[in-house]
């Protein structure tokens, strides 16, 4: 079946713009997560949805960063104004319900800040 | 807090050679540990979980695990390396938001 499918897969964008990340889940997944991999900071949890709950958004770094996921489907992440240390690779991932399942992850989004 | 510590940055092994990665562990509570790998450009894939139960996991692609409660570790292991092994592996344990990730360590597999 599809994966967890991303896009786009690399984005270069000059700093100071707003960016939009998609991420497309797992059919059935209720539970979703986007995190940031650098290579200083290795993976950071950002935020995490799941089902109609609030979500979590302890991890963002900053009010630049915001995430939304629509009809508990589809989740976009943004980030405004970027800098270039917001240069990373964004992953999402998504699971059935409950800390023990298993996340299944995207390929991710490359972030470059010019 | 919790957290998960990966002490080697890169492992080397021979093809047909026996590989570990280790991965020790701080949580309160029971631990849900995993492991994930990820391939260059790719995203992390799912190899293994312990929850509960057995402490040898057995997990995708020949690889398993060994939880040890005494000594807060979950080593993951395979018998015989494959040059295609060479990737770069994550442990992780899950929490109450989502999951606490260790560095990564490489593993570099020589034909």
């Known amino acids: 079946g599809a994966g967890v499918s991303q896009s786009p897969s690399n984005k270069v964008t000059e700093k100071g713009k707003d960016v939009e990340l998609r991420c497309d889940p797992i059919s059935g997944h209720t539970a979703l997560y986007w995190y940031r991999q650098s290579l200083g900071q290795g993976l950071e949890f950002l935020i995490y949805?799941?089902?109609?709950?609030?979500?979590?958004k302890s991890g963002l770094p900053s009010d630049r960063f915001s995430a939304e996921r629509t009809g508990g489907s589809v989740s976009t992440l943004t980030i405004q104004r970027t800098q270039q240390e917001d240069s990373a690779v964004y992953l999402c991932a998504s699971s059935l319900e409950g800390s023990a399942q298993p996340q299944h992850f995207g390929d991710g989004t490359r972030l470059s800040i010019l | 807090a919790q957290s998960v510590a990966q002490p080697e940055d890169q492992v080397n092994v021979a093809e047909g050679n026996p590989l570990t990665v280790k991965c020790t562990y701080s949580?309160?509570?029971?631990?849900?540990l995993f492991w994930y790998v990820q391939y260059p450009n790719r995203g992390l894939q799912f190899l293994l979980k312990y929850i509960t139960g057995d402490n040898l996991v057995k997990g995708s692609y020949g690889f398993e695990a060994e939880f040890n409660k005494s000594q807060t570790s979950f080593h993951l292991k395979k018998p015989s390396a494959l040059v295609s092994d060479s990737a770069l592996y994550f442990c992780a344990v899950t929490g109450r938001r989502a999951l606490t990730f260790g560095s990564g360590t490489r593993l570099q597999v020589q034909p």
């Open positions: 949805f799941q089902g109609n709950s609030a979500p979590d």
């Open positions: 949580v309160s509570g029971n631990p849900y």
